[in-house]
């Protein structure tokens, strides 16, 4: 038999439900995963042993006693350290929060408890979300485990990281500007990002509130369903969130993409693009095509503009989120003086990062008096530009394929340029823009290391991309490829 | 100081404007299920993780504060748009917990109305720019070294009343202030209490030589807490801009807090320092979207409003502008008035409704101010009151006996015909036979005062006027007693 950590969510699931293993064991072999491994990956922020092993010992005895279970009852999972877990700590990767512990839990977390799922930890990230490669963790950053001198992306890298390494069978990130998707490509494993409105957003700590959403990493497209399936669904407390019902994601999982028209954006083969993921890519493309797809070219002529909008609107918001740091009410406070302005004023320069304060700066100054028409107001403009060419492109196209980054992993100190690091999510940011789902899954190998391939899907369309997914694994094995650690 | 109207030189023309905030009466906070009802409560006890600000919640709009806006706006002849929606208002200080407040920008809930104020009988049309809806801050307790925040009033609603700088002097930007709490109250929205700063007031106020187009350079004014102080405080302020003026000094725009125990207005803050707020539209609630049929259904809702209510009290009962304005004025006490007219008898309702303004207005107003009992507790009800009128009206007491009456029925809570009966007050006589009989005795057995009257000494009447009472043990009304005195004292001189 495999090792308990090597399984799918699914595989694991069934087994637990036939009562062949059981969470306990399940757990511990994650747990003994952790202590073997993570002290070369560094994907988590915090180990949840006790709670974990608490956790699935209630699984246990709710399979014994023939309770309603669900798929994810018993199951591990990580957790990025940006989503509000009651009474652990919720360090958002920086030092702001090294010691905050929310009095309540995010939205997700409450359903994943109700689900009788299980947690292992809280997961690595860049500062805040802030970041495309978890360098700008405020503790240490984590490496790929792919090859461990390598980055394993961000702001999620530590939720992907984990779940590549068999560290966790599925975790859950924030996608703000493609924090889910890219670590994914770099790790080779699925992750969505959702609609916006998809998932509530309560519990998770802002970064960019108009861009940000919760979505699942997992070693399969069915898996991803499933957890998606725990998470997903209207929320009283996010106004934002959709009231449109959720589907039974696994239900259309049958392999069949006879007929479906796949658009592939020419905007997004662009200068820079690594020639082994535009390969790898376009073999993707073709294979789909074989597949029975009806695959077409198709225009997405604003963007180019993704990147530099996403740099106003992101900042902006991000400026006023985080103006709640004051070290008054809660996490790091300067206390070496007595003048008030001073302690809000220190608190931030010590508490922050340089890349949230490099944000919080642009953004301030993009919301400026004077500045605010130039680039804010200009921004949502063109914002709304990019929502138009998604909604064109779906007019014709069921789903649209790309890179999902347009580099494989990078080696960490590799790119110190700020704006080179933007690029990295050139290809994820529009749907961000845009409010649309997306998704990255294995889609090959360049020189040894994980290319990414993005699927884009209009409004609520999650089960189709998940489909398109679900089919491309059963042609191909990169998902089941394993790091050797 | 006392700088009244006719001290400002007319030289110079006064122009105000008002920003009013008034914390709305909903059962909620404007974004948390926190209860507003902690006036009364020990520091942050009515608190939760949105209205602290934490890491990761988000806001959920109170409908029913909404709903308290669109009745302000409704009730100051405001438009209400399809769509208006929040926006972040910047900047940082300890009182504010996310570092910005949620407030409205450029599309607020309402703009363009206004309302009527009464100046000595010229009604004066102040404009409303605009009601919209934020959330109020936590309160800072400022001791020697420290500060404390208490975070219960954090994200109380709050409404903002902005008026068009139309008024032209202190004593219309204090009759607009009376005007506007009055509606306020009316529509249950707000307490209007302004010693509590539950509504506030700040002004822009500028002069300018009268006949200049061109507004002056204005300055902020704060931390006015009665409607007198909005008078006083503005006054000063003009006074203080004019003789800057007149010196051929620059007034320069700023925030100014006035200091009641001193009654001037210092500079707080400089238009150096000026915010920039940099507001944005909120990303964590979505459009507000008002139906006109809602719109239509509050506009429905509204109750009788103080201007309609005073010119009813005038027109229909025949009040006074003076005891109407009072019973407007005082919400509560007019609609006691009203119980009391309402107990009367159907038939003569309107006419006697005058004696019930002036039972209200004298009686029960000094009896609960000397009790220093609020209305809602007051043991004297309506229908007491009204069957005094009655017993009154019937002649069955008079109306020295009635003052006897009501102070008992306001302490004991009974009814006046009750205690009529437990006393065993007798009806007055009314038996005209039988007082003359009386008369003529009293007279018979006072030959001395009876002459000494005839004589031209007034004074002995009272004295006669004292034995008639006796004889009738008070139940005679002392108004005919004395008529039929004089009456028969005249008769038997002859
Ligand atoms: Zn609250």
Redesign the pocket.
Known sequence: MTELYKLSIQEAGAMLRARQISSVELTRAHLDRIRAVDDKVKAFTLVTDDLAMRQAHEADIHFANGNTVTALTGIPLAIKDVICTKGITTTCGSNMLKDFRPPFDATVMQRLNAAGAVMLGKTNMDEFAMGSSTEHSAFFTTQNPWDLERAPGGSSGGSAAAVAAGMAMGALGSDTGGSIRQPAALCNVVGLKTTYGRVSRYGLVAFASSLDQIGPFARSARDAALILQAIAGPDARDSTSSPQGVPDYGANLNGDIKGLRIGVPEEYWVDGTQPGVEKAVRADIEKLREMGAEVGEVSLPHTKYGVPVYYIIAPAEASANLARYDGVKYGYSYRDTNDMWEALEKTRQYGFGQEVKRRIMLGTYALSSGYYDAYYKQAEKVRSLITEDFTRAFEKFDVLVSPASPSVAFKLGEISDPYEMYLQDVFTIPANLAGTCGISIPGGFSHGLPVGLQLLGNFFAEDTILRVADAFERVTDYHTRWPEL | MTVTETDIATDFEIVIGLEVHSQLLTKS?MF???STDYAYAAPNT???????GMPGVLPVINQQAVACTIMTALALNCTIPAYSKFDRKNYPYPDLMKGYQISQYDIPLSNDGYLIIDLEGQQKRVGITRVHLEEDTARLLHHSGYSLIDINRA?TPLMEIVSEPDMRSPLEARLYMQRLREILVYLGVSSGRMEEGSLRCDANISVRPRGQQKLGVKTEIKNMNSFRSVERALAYEAQRQIELLRSGQPISQETRGWVETKGITVSQRSKEQADDYRYFPEPDLPPLVISPAWVEELRASLPELPDTRRARYMRDYGLSTQDANTLTEDKALGDYFEQVVAALPAQNRVARARAAANLTLNDVARLLKAHSTDISENLLTPAASANLLDLLDANRITGKQAKDIVEEAFISGKMPAVIVEEKGIQPPISDEGELIRIIEEVIASNSKAASDYRAGKVNALQALIGQVMKQTRGQAKAGSVRALLIKKLEETDQ
Request: with cysteine; net charge positive; glycine share 8%.
């Open positions: 906070k948390c299920s926190c009515h608190v939760c993780p949105v209205c602290m994200g």
